[in-house]
């Protein structure tokens, strides 16, 4: 097996457009390869290998597309090649592990603890020489393999929509290593940088026409191309101690405190799909673009970014310009972004994108009108309207649907004796 430079965990569009890319337009970029690992079915790795790992990465202006092949993975493996996870996380020339395994890979309480669950099964394979599954206990399963070949020191950046994402991770991997094998702790802690980062591509799913389109600009016979918008953004906030590839090249930044990026990427463009997806797809629409083109679904984004700029700690003429080009990216009809897509797995969206305003909101004083449309639509959702639920952390919130306090007191204990705040919101729900 040859030395990889980046293990990925995730092989999913979003990787191949925003680190692979990123990877792929750094100075010296063929030294550093990938191995990228598919987070459950075989199926990408096997596509992606039949290719030599060279993929379309079709970027989608709103009037024209720019074909660039991308070759940055040099292998893919499919998730339960526990045996190749191992052996690249042992070497020592691996130097970093990128994350992209969506939200409810990491969060602990997940409405009903699914990723807790998941995780705590785990323990219990790992307890029994049995190969782990969920993220924690992989990615502890090889950093343990790391110490005992004496591997050295790497970094985990993980690149899913989470403030804090780097603590995130960091917490998870610790819980689980200081129950599965203790003495790793200390190791972890010494050797392991937990990189926070904010990520931002749109990168919507692939169609079978996108595939004719990469065909007809490249004459590559790609089966697996991947769409993304012109705009790509990346901030990085910790230390490489196995290095890294410039990739400044492609814009990315490294700052020393993330928190305004993350709030201003989270609660403006992340908080605002939300708000579509909920409410734009409960009015018949299919995508973002049809959704910002509804006069209603404007008004409503408009009101909602207004109460969620207040935690932007940003100066608010870059707040504004922010907000401006975000229109401009919602609007790119040519990119087929589904609602359906989006809201995917609220119960892990919501308490990060929308409750933070709310509680801060009513914190304050105030009843805010946006925040509490982006809450009653994700009730209406989780009713029947709309997209249909598909989020296997909402059992308890489908149950609870129907009673708005009962909901908020599993979604947010402290908002749910707040008696106006509760009227405000079934009034919006009706
Ligand atoms: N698509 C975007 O526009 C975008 C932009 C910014 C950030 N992201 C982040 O990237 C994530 C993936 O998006 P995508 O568009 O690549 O989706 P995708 O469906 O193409 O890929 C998702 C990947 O995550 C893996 N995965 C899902 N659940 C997992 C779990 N519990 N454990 C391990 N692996 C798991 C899947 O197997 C797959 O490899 C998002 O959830 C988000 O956090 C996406
Ligand atoms: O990818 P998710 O599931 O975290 O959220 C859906 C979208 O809000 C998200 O993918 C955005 O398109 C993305 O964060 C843009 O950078």
């Known amino acids: 097996m040859e030395a990889m430079r980046i293990v990925h965990l995730g092989l999913g569009n979003f990787f191949r457009a925003h680190q692979a890319w990123y990877t792929s337009v750094a100075p010296e970029s063929r030294d550093w390869p990938i191995a990228a690992f598919t987070g459950r079915s075989p199926e990408a790795a096997r596509q992606l290998n039949a290719q030599n790992g060279r993929y379309t990465l079709l970027v989608r202006g709103p009037e024209r597309d720019e074909a660039q092949i991308i070759g940055t993975v040099d292998t893919a493996y499919a998730a339960n090649d526990h045996q ?6 042992a070497s020592p ?5 990128t994350l992209t395994v969506t939200e409810a890979a990491y969060l602990r309480e997940s409405g009903g603890g699914l990723a807790e669950s998941r995780a705590a099964a785990d323990v219990s394979a790992w307890l029994h020489g049995e190969p782990v599954r969920s993220v924690p206990g992989r990615l502890t399963a090889g950093l343990a393999e790391r110490r005992l070949s004496r591997g050295g020191p790497i970094a985990i950046v993980p690149c899913d929509n989470l ?3 780097g603590e995130a991770v960091a917490r998870v991997v610790l819980d689980f290593a200081s129950l599965a094998e203790p003495a790793l702790v200390p190791w972890i802690r010494d050797n392991v940088s937990f990189v926070s980062t904010m990520v931002d591509r749109i990168t919507p799913r692939t169609t079978a026409g996108d595939l004719e389109a990469a065909a007809s600009l490249t004459g590559f016979d790609d089966a697996m191309p991947v769409v993304t918008e012109p705009f790509t953004e990346w901030v990085l906030d910790g230390v490489f101690p196995a290095g890294r590839p410039g990739w400044e090249a492609g814009g ?10 993350e709030q201003r990427k989270l609660l403006l463009l992340n908080g605002g799909h939300s708000l579509l997806a909920y409410a734009g797809s409960a009015r018949g629409h299919q995508t973002v673009a049809d959704a910002v083109a509804d006069p209603d679904c404007l008004a409503w984004l408009t009101q909602w970014w207004a109460e969620a700029s207040r935690y932007v700690p940003l100066p608010p003429d870059e707040i504004m310009a922010y907000r401006q080009a975000l229109l401009v990216r919602f609007s790119n009809g040519r990119i087929r972004h589904t609602l359906a897509q989006i809201a995917a797995d609220g119960s892990q969206k919501i308490p990060i994108r929308v409750v933070p305003v709310l509680r801060g909101e009513v914190r304050a004083g105030r009843l805010p009108v946006g925040a509490i449309r982006v809450l009653a639509s994700w009730i209406g959702h989780l009713r029947g309207a709309g997209a249909p639920v598909d989020d296997a952390g909402a059992a308890l919130f489908v149950e609870r649907a129907g009673n708005v306090r009962d909901l908020l007191a599993l ?3 402290d908002l749910a004796t707040n008696e106006a705040l509760v009227a405000a919101i079934e009034e919006a729900t009706r």
């Open 163 to 165: 403030p804090a994402n």
């Open 252 to 261: 990315a930044r490294f700052v020393s405190d993330i928190t305004a990026h």
């Open 93 to 97: 020339r691996t130097a970093l592990v």
């Open 411 to 413: 979604l947010a204990p």
């Open 84 to 89: 190749a996870w191992q052996a690249h996380l």
